[in-house]
């Protein structure tokens, strides 16, 4: 028992330390994009190609010092960023990998779980520094998480219904012949969108609107608290793409194909980023409630039933 413990562990660091990097290189990634997209270079001066540059920004980071607001609730705003970055590292521990870190037959609701608990870090965090800035951002990104979690919710259940199981390794198993994103294109896209909202990526980055909120929730952080935030939403979209793979794109952990096509999604994080405005927070809310509800509830009807139509066909 005490050897599983330890091989447990020693998984999760490596897990941990190889998620750190991925993330410091799609920073990099993303600031190459985006500079070309705006046609210039990006980073090219650190290292060969900018390639040191992801290293030399968290250098900089963690050696500035750290400040907290005069007035903040200190201990509550420096373990806010904390249990963030944590928190998005306990989802990591579920997905299908070859050597099955902890997968067990619940994994779907514990990654819900950890996704929802997510929402209470930044609203405490904005809520700690006594800002009202930040508390704005706070509440905003609270209200846009938590609406577009009960859509994303809804959606989840329409391929639990083809599944009949809460297991990330049964997508694995059911889309051996043939893909989810061929048999529910409509989920496929929503899923997408609901994924950039749930990320706070553009064009729904309303708790970090810096034209209107001076950078939101995190205005107050800096040093280790703000690279902590800044780990934390980076490792959430590899992660969150790395899910979406699973669900709609084969999710084989074996092939190299797989990890092409999580970074192909990572990428269009990106592109999205560089292409689209953002949008008005009204018109966020409106899609979440009167487009996406409505229809993620009438699809889960239409697999549900269909389902039930081809066990009664078969039995």
């Known amino acids: 028992m005490s050897l599983d413990l330890y091989s447990s562990m020693?998984?999760?660091v490596i897990l941990m330390i190889l998620v750190l990097v991925g993330v410091a290189f799609l920073t990099l990634l993303e600031r190459k994009v985006l500079g070309y997209i705006q046609i210039r270079k990006g980073p090219n001066k650190v290292g060969f190609y900018g390639l040191l540059q992801p290293f030399s920004d968290a250098v900089k980071l963690f050696t500035k010092e750290t400040t907290y607001p005069l007035k903040s609730n200190y201990l509550v705003y420096y373990l806010?960023?904390?249990?963030?970055f944590m928190l998005i590292f306990l989802g990591w521990v579920v997905c299908p990998?070859?050597?099955i870190l902890m997968n067990f037959n619940f994994g779907l609701l514990f990654f819900m779980v950890c996704l929802s608990l997510g929402v209470?870090?930044?609203?405490v965090a904005g809520w700690s520094s006594n800002s009202t800035y930040a508390l704005l951002g706070g509440l905003r990104s609270v209200a846009q998480t938590i609406s577009y979690e009960v859509s994303l919710a809804f959606l989840f259940m329409c391929m639990l219904s083809l599944l009949s199981s809460y297991s990330f390794l049964d997508f694995i198993f059911y889309q051996k012949f043939c893909w989810f994103i061929f048999i529910s294109l409509p989920i496929f896209f929503m899923f997408y969108v609901s994924l950039l909202a749930e990320t706070n990526r553009t064009p729904f980055d309303f708790a970090e609107g810096e034209s209107e909120l001076v950078s939101g929730f995190n205005v107050e952080y800096s040093s280790g608290g703000f690279a902590l935030i800044f780990l934390a939403e980076y490792s959430?979209?590899?992660f969150m793409s790395l899910i979406f793979s699973v669900v709609f794109l084969?999710?084989?952990?074996?092939s190299f194909m797989f990890f092409v096509?999580?970074?192909v999604i990572g990428f269009s994080f990106i592109w999205?980023?560089?292409t689209l405005p953002r949008y008005r927070y009204d018109k966020l809310m409106d899609l979440c409630w009167k487009k996406f509800l409505p229809c993620s509830l009438f699809l889960l009807l239409f697999y549900f039933f269909t389902m039930m139509m081809t066990s009664v066909l078969i039995f």
């Open 236 to 238: 959430s979209i590899l």
């Open 250 to 254: 084969g999710g084989n952990l074996k």
């Open 10 to 12: 020693f998984s999760f």
């Open 97 to 99: 990998f070859i050597w």
């Open 80 to 84: 806010c960023p904390m249990i963030s």
């Open 261 to 263: 096509i999580v970074g």
């Open 272 to 274: 999205v980023r560089g």
């Open 120 to 123: 209470y870090s930044i609203m």
